[in-house]
């Protein structure tokens, strides 16, 4: 049966028991889909209808906030932009063909490729072509630019439509018949399929409670009696608009479409951060804090925006809790270097656990060959847990500091550091807590988890390279000197002493990353907008559902098997070495990490040099997960010969 066979309702048929006149759903569903605001005939999400923002020109006819382009919309076919718009080699021209195949449908039937030019000049448009659901509330009216200071928006009035000629699709539960979503069977998600929810409107129950109740009376000007979605609530998990948000999926490796299991490593970019950092180059870009023209104050604004977003995000008390810096590398040299030169002294001990990065183990012993400190190392189980009891018994009057990775980046292990802080501060000693791999998986509340300084990286959590953040509690900061010198980060300077800023411009000497800082407040956004609960629950089940497939493989070791882990899943396979079975993965299309993963001590904790790190991401499925087991029994086949 065709997609279209199973989408078209037949209305002449009975309808089953227990169930109305399909005839009467089909008027109430048409009923409901012309009443809504906003909405189009051809399906979708609904066209926007805010007003542009002040400053921001846009072709006639269309309305902001829009994705700029040189070109107006229109004045190129979909299609045309695929083509290069620089010299290439006819070879380098060949090898870009694959990409331009179409592939990835849409829920309308159409190839993704087909409308890729409409995004690229408005955002919206692309969306409304493709069905890609909007995330987070409705827009409001904005006030144009043109008018008065202290002026009311204007009021956006809806225009209703025709209905669709298939009013009810979305009614084929529990799975969007024809779209390739698994809807029963070991690789069926819940979650993992379009639904009238998906899209942030009511569901068929609510369809169902309307002929049970009727039309109710409008009790408010424009309630027309029909249920109406929270604009605050997220909307449902719905992976495959989640992976329309990131362009780079659609790349083609090697013939295949792209599976990036590589998240631990660095993450893709939702076309939002791509955007952001595209209008702050075109529209903002200047330095910061030192000019009284408009596009310094522009460009301050937008860095100390992100600023807040970042607070905000890991719950902190104050945007001068928040420091920008280069990544998780540079934030635990800022604060081994600054706090830990001051306050680190012969004879005294920093403890740090078996599961860390480098990053987290040389800057301290750097610190401790320069001062006569000593490491102490908390130890972990057969399972890759650390050892509570022995960290306990690690700490006395020496330790000064404590610094852990929240979760283990070569065995996903998720450490209990809220009670790791507890008992540190019972002791009178500091703490650091290492984000990088835990921020973009699970919920973080720097003043619940009480630690002194917590520290991550933008690129781990969508957002661009180059950027990361030290959060320090306020007191602490301001007993810590600075560790780098120079403009930005002085009240006055005279050539017989200089007058320090206080936290957090104190430790930003010089031009800061400020367009990626914006970025990664554009990342952080979205995250939000999604909601990082529902991102986390997803990746478990993926990452439970991976373990499943991968355990029984014949010749599969998975290192790391703690009971609370988040999505990495670390393994050696008999017969190969871990660069031979990522070759063989790699020729799939499929990214994965091989070889020490900077974490060269925990490797070495279980008898191994390398190990195959696929590392999951919320945009990743099933059935990408089945094309790595495909592969991995494949090469285990092979060797049982």
């Known amino acids: 049966m065709s997609s279209s066979e199973v989408l078209t309702p037949d209305v002449e048929a009975t309808p089953p028991p227990g169930l109305p006149d399909p005839a009467v759903l089909a008027r109430?569903?048409?009923?409901?889909?012309?009443?809504?605001?906003?909405?189009?005939?051809?399906?979708?999400?609904?066209?926007?209808?805010?007003?542009?923002?002040?400053?921001?020109?846009?072709?006639?006819?269309?309305?902001?906030?829009?994705?700029?382009?040189?070109?107006?919309?229109?004045?190129?076919?979909?299609?045309?932009?695929?083509?290069?718009?620089?010299?290439?080699?006819?070879?380098?021209?060949?090898?870009?063909?694959?990409?331009?195949?179409?592939?990835?449908?849409?829920?309308?039937?159409?190839?993704?490729?087909?409308?890729?030019?409409?995004?690229?000049?408005?955002?919206?448009?692309?969306?409304?072509?493709?069905?890609?659901?909007?995330?987070?509330?409705?827009?409001?009216a904005a006030v144009p630019a043109s008018a008065p200071r202290g002026s009311a928006p204007a009021a956006s009035v809806p225009t209703p439509t025709a209905p669709a000629a298939s009013p009810y699709y979305f009614l084929a539960e529990p799975g969007l018949a024809g779209s390739g979503i698994p809807t029963a069977g070991p690789t069926a998600l819940p979650d993992d399929r379009l639904t009238a929810q998906s899209f942030g409107l009511p569901g068929s129950e609510a369809l169902r409670e309307l002929l049970s109740t009727g039309r109710r009376a409008p009790s408010v000007p424009?309630?027309?009696?029909?249920?109406?979605?929270?604009?605050?609530?997220?909307?449902?998990?719905?992976?495959?608009?989640?992976?329309?948000?990131?362009?780079?999926?659609?790349?083609?490796?090697?013939?295949?479409?792209?599976?990036?299991?590589?998240?631990?490593?660095?993450?893709?970019?939702?076309?939002a951060v791509i955007d952001r950092l595209a209008y702050f180059y075109a529209h903002e870009n200047s330095n910061i804090h030192r000019a009284a023209h408009e596009l310094a104050a522009r460009a301050t604004d937008a860095y100390e925006g992100a600023r807040e977003t970042v607070r905000r995000f890991i719950g902190a008390s104050s945007t001068e809790e928040i420091i920008f810096v280069r990544g998780t590398t540079e934030a635990i040299n800022l604060v081994?270097?600054?706090?830990?030169?001051?306050?680190?002294?012969?004879?005294?001990?920093?403890?740090?656990?078996?599961?860390?990065?480098?990053?987290?183990?040389?800057?301290?012993?750097?610190?401790?060959?320069?001062?006569?400190?000593?490491?102490?190392?908390?130890?972990?189980?057969?399972?890759?847990?650390?050892?509570?009891?022995?960290?306990?018994?690690?700490?006395?009057?020496?330790?000064?500091i404590v610094s852990v990775t929240q979760v283990s980046n070569a065995l996903g292990t998720v450490v209990p550091v809220k009670e790791i802080v507890e008992i540190a501060h019972r002791h009178g000693v500091r703490t650091l807590v290492d984000g990088a791999q835990s921020v973009s998986h699970m919920r973080v509340d720097v003043r619940a988890l009480g630690t002194d300084f917590f520290v991550f990286s933008g690129h781990k959590i969508f957002g661009p390279t180059g950027i990361g953040v030290v959060y320090g509690k306020r007191d602490v900061l301001e007993d810590m000197p600075p560790w780098q010198g120079g403009g930005n980060m002085i009240a006055d300077v005279t050539f017989e002493?200089?007058?320090?800023?206080?936290?957090?411009?104190?430790?930003?000497?010089?031009?800061?990353?400020?367009?990626?800082?914006?970025?990664?407040?554009?990342?952080?956004?979205?995250?939000?907008?999604?909601?990082?609960?529902?991102?986390?629950?997803?990746?478990?089940?993926?990452?439970?559902?991976?373990?499943?497939?991968?355990?029984?493989?014949?010749?599969?070791?998975?290192?790391?098997?703690?009971?609370?882990?988040?999505?990495?899943?670390?393994?050696?396979?008999?017969?190969?070495?871990t660069d031979e079975?990522?070759?063989?993965?790699?020729?799939?299309?499929?990214?994965?990490?091989?070889?020490?993963?900077?974490?060269?001590?925990?490797?070495?904790?279980?008898?191994?040099?390398?190990?195959?790190?696929?590392?999951?991401?919320?945009?990743?499925?099933?059935?990408?997960?089945?094309r790595m087991v495909t592969v991995v029994r494949r090469l285990s086949a092979a060797t049982s010969r």
């Open 28 to 140: 109430l569903a048409g009923e409901f889909f012309a009443a809504l605001p906003g909405t189009s005939a051809a399906g979708g999400v609904p066209v926007p209808s805010n007003a542009q923002p002040a400053g921001l020109s846009l072709p006639p006819g269309l309305s902001g906030p829009a994705t700029l382009a040189a070109v107006p919309f229109g004045a190129i076919p979909p299609g045309a932009n695929l083509l290069p718009t620089s010299p290439q080699t006819p070879a380098n021209a060949g090898a870009s063909l694959p990409a331009l195949v179409p592939h990835a449908q849409a829920p309308n039937g159409l190839p993704d490729h087909v409308l890729q030019a409409a995004p690229g000049y408005d955002g919206r448009l692309g969306s409304q072509a493709i069905g890609v659901p909007r995330l987070g509330p409705a827009p409001t």
């Open 336 to 400: 081994a270097k600054s706090w830990g030169a001051k306050n680190i002294g012969a004879g005294d001990e920093i403890i740090v656990s078996h599961l860390e990065h480098h990053a987290n183990i040389v800057p301290w012993q750097q610190l401790a060959a320069e001062k006569g400190a000593k490491i102490r190392v908390i130890p972990v189980d057969d399972s890759g847990q650390v050892i509570l009891e022995e960290y306990q018994r690690l700490l006395n009057d020496k330790t000064k």
């Open 497 to 577: 002493k200089t007058v320090y800023h206080g936290p957090p411009t104190r430790f930003e000497a010089g031009t800061g990353n400020i367009a990626d800082a914006v970025g990664l407040g554009a990342a952080l956004e979205y995250v939000e907008r999604i909601g990082i609960e529902a991102i986390g629950r997803y990746e478990h089940d993926l990452l439970a559902y991976a373990t499943h497939h991968m355990q029984p493989i014949k010749g599969v070791r998975l290192i790391g098997t703690a009971r609370d882990k988040a999505s990495v899943l670390s393994f050696v396979l008999d017969g190969y070495s």
């Open 222 to 271: 424009g309630d027309r009696g029909i249920p109406q979605a929270s604009s605050s609530a997220h909307p449902p998990f719905d992976v495959n608009a989640i992976r329309r948000d990131f362009p780079i999926l659609q790349e083609r490796v090697n013939g295949r479409q792209l599976v990036w299991f590589d998240n631990a490593a660095t993450t893709h970019k939702p076309q």
């Open 581 to 626: 079975v990522g070759k063989a993965l790699n020729q799939e299309g499929i990214a994965v990490r091989t070889g020490h993963h900077c974490a060269q001590p925990i490797l070495r904790r279980f008898g191994l040099e390398a190990t195959v790190r696929p590392s999951l991401a919320f945009y990743n499925t099933c059935e990408e997960v089945d």
